[in-house]
């Protein structure tokens, strides 16, 4: 039997021009996302040696501190220093050794890791226009699901809140959604530049983050 229409119904092409609005409002065009993908690969490159050199000083540090426990316990077995002494020099270099492995492995862990996620987060806010633009009604109420909570449907008006990091994103490229950014563009420059910078902070600041 066919369904009467009311108020609390919405054609679904009409929801799904809303719910392409709601994307795009953190999409990324195309033209950004290549800037801000190059910016990260410069970063990157030029992070290696920095990062290799940080991770070779703490393992050589662990590597000192491994050859003076080595020392320490010969002392021991030779009588030259008590049990006592041994337990409580031993105890201290143990320390500052754990405390320099886990410095070393939380670096090994995060490292350039929220370069990673960085470039990650800005080409799926490109696909979020694509998705947008020309994904299916199915396909976009999959990207909605994924960049925000808490959707509703209210007299015929979509709403949803925006979760991190998709939040920075909201309107922040909207100026750019028309055209592609000139080159020569210097407030479009520090427009996107901005954008980037927010993402990077972000990432730095929560390397564990899920989109």
């Keep these: 039997k066919k369904q009467n229409c009311s108020q609390k119904y919405i054609r679904e092409e009409l929801l799904a021009e809303q719910i392409s609005s709601l994307i795009q409002k953190v999409s990324l065009p195309s033209a950004w996302t290549k800037k801000m993908i190059n910016k990260l690969d410069k970063e990157k490159e030029e992070n290696v040696q920095a990062e290799m050199t940080f991770a070779q ?42 405390e320099i492995s886990e410095k070393l492995k939380d670096f090994e862990r995060k490292g350039n890791r929220w370069l990673e996620l960085c470039k990650n987060f800005i080409l799926t806010a490109n696909q979020a226009q694509i998705a947008a633009l020309r994904g299916n009604f199915s396909e976009k109420k999959n990207f909605l699901k994924r960049i925000g909570s808490n959707p509703l449907l209210r007299e015929r008006l979509v709403f949803v809140e925006y979760k991190n990091p998709w939040k920075l994103l909201e309107n922040s490229s909207a100026e750019a959604r028309g055209e592609a950014p000139s080159e020569a563009g210097n407030r479009n420059f520090t427009n996107w530049l901005s954008v980037l910078n927010k993402i990077r902070t972000f990432f730095k600041e929560n390397p564990d983050a899920d989109f």
């Design 57 to 98: 000083n703490l393992k050589s540090q662990i590597a000192e501190h491994e050859e003076t426990l080595d020392k320490l316990l010969d002392l021991q077995l030779s009588g030259t220093i008590s049990t006592e002494e041994y337990a409580a020099k031993k105890q201290k270099i143990l320390n500052q050794k754990i």
